[in-house]
């Protein structure tokens, strides 16, 4: 069982920067043991994937509109995981959700449906 908190939204300038953190509580299984993803959803789509990250934070992967921009990393000592993102467009505008998954690697974990938890979102919003 984990249960995820996201934090680090808010209202930024074109340009600007935000770092959202996912802090993370397990019962069980440790937190390093799962992979996290972040996904986001804008108003009237849906839901889409970010970034993930394995277990160790050895291997990441990104969805090509924010490669260069956004970095996935965690800390398994503080059960948390982060998404920095520079450069950021009023594109970017949407609810932000981290998620694990049990499944070891990242390799095609794109899906909604490959992770078992969710937090419940953190508005970020870029404007013009």
């Known amino acids: 069982q984990v249960q995820l908190v996201e934090s680090g939204g808010g209202l930024v300038q074109a340009g600007g920067s935000l770092r959202l953190s996912c802090a993370a509580s397990?019962?069980?299984?440790?937190?390093?043991?799962?992979?996290v993803g972040w996904f986001r959803q804008a108003p009237g789509k849906e839901r889409e994937f970010v970034a993930a990250i394995s277990w160790s934070g050895g291997s990441t992967t990104y969805t090509d509109s924010v490669k260069g921009r956004f970095t996935i990393s965690r800390d398994n000592s503080k059960n948390t995981a982060y998404l920095q993102m520079n450069g950021l467009k009023p594109e970017d505008t949407s609810v932000y959700y981290c998620a694990a998954s049990e499944q070891y690697s990242i390799m095609g974990l794109r899906q909604m449906s490959d992770f078992r938890y969710w937090g419940q979102g953190t508005q970020v919003t870029v404007s013009s």
């Open positions: 397990t019962s069980g299984r440790a937190f390093r043991n799962y992979a």
